[in-house]
């Protein structure tokens, strides 16, 4: 039985099917280490049961796995982290299972990545393609009695834009729309999932983009009351605004190199792209690249909440008008 775990992905869902694979229907404590210090994690780790019971502990956040972007002074207290997570690693309580998970890729450069790997488990889960997505969406839902055909499948898939975390979530509003009823209908799902994403999170990107900072906004308060996660508008976002700053790199290379490089298969994909890029200097969207670059370490390290840095970058887009 291996006694620490280190699951690291780019899916929420996916680390939380994973921790379900090894807890099985076993009790467990969920600590982040955004809010929780890593000193009293590894002290409740290390706390013998008077009944010998096998503990589950499941820490979210273990940035310190991840990599180091900071200052010398900040890289040389994550190095303290690093060591006593070897001092508990060399001696683990062998009555506790610990979970850490990561969001996003380890640095298997450290030396305690590279000891769990060695001596415990590593667990990297990829991004899943299109048609694994379709094989273990329709797994899923056919274990839960549902049935669907391949087109509708297929359009909640393209819809939530590839994103299995999007994808599952559109799936908890389908059943909540069906409640008892096992057969889902792709007229349905059009009216379901095209309303939430297509309209809303595409009009939602399009807004910003227009640096229409009202609107953009309004509907920003909107997905959240939809429960949309702030992480996946502002990976949405940041797309975007890659694809305007390629295709304002690239305009003197013609129409059909900037359809080859960015990958659009429709006139419209780009002739909005060229819109927003007649709109920004290129030194602007390097800028905002840069600034979601930064906020996504801070969010990553517990110093500010997504929501806030979404916000903060819809009105710092809406404010440099030019």
Request: glycine content about 4%; charged content about 30%; overall charge neutral.
């Amino acid at each position: 039985m291996n006694n620490v775990y280190l699951i690291s992905s780019n899916s929420i869902h996916l680390i939380d099917e994973e921790i379900k694979k090894i807890v099985k229907d076993n009790p467990y404590t969920t600590f982040d280490l955004n809010n929780v210090l890593l000193d009293d994690i590894l002290e409740e780790a290390s706390y013998f049961s008077l009944f010998d019971d096998v503990k589950y502990m499941v820490v979210k956040n273990a940035n310190v796995f991840g990599a180091n972007k900071k200052s010398s002074s900040e890289e040389g207290s994550t190095s303290k982290k690093d060591n006593r997570l070897v001092k508990y690693l060399d001696a683990v309580n062998p009555n506790t299972i610990l979970i850490f998970t990561i969001n996003g890729k380890v640095d298997t450069k450290k030396k305690i990545v590279k000891i769990i790997k060695e001596r415990y488990k590593l667990i990297e889960i990829p991004d899943l393609k299109p048609k694994e997505m379709f094989v273990k969406v329709s797994d899923l839902l056919k274990k839960e009695g549902y049935t669907i055909d391949s087109d509708t499948l297929y359009y909640i898939i393209n819809n939530s834009l590839n994103n299995y975390d999007l994808i599952m979530n559109e799936l908890d509003k389908i059943k909540l729309y069906y409640q008892d009823k096992k057969d889902i209908k792709y007229d349905d799902v059009v009216n379901i999932v095209s309303r939430n994403l297509e309209d809303n999170n595409f009009k939602f990107i399009e807004t910003v983009m227009n640096r229409k900072t009202k609107d953009a906004l309004r509907i920003f308060d909107d997905l959240m009351l939809q429960k949309e996660e702030p992480l996946i508008l502002i990976s949405m976002l940041a797309k975007e605004i890659r694809n305007t700053l390629l295709v304002k790199m690239l305009m003197s290379k013609g129409r059909p190199e900037m359809m080859r490089v960015l990958g659009f298969s429709y006139d419209f994909q780009l002739d909005k792209v060229i819109g927003y890029a007649k709109s920004f200097a290129k030194d602007d969207l390097e800028g905002y690249l840069l600034l979601i670059s930064d906020f996504d370490y801070k969010i990553k390290r517990g110093k500010i909440n997504s929501k806030l840095a979404l916000q903060l970058i819809i009105m710092q887009m809406g404010r440099e008008q030019k």
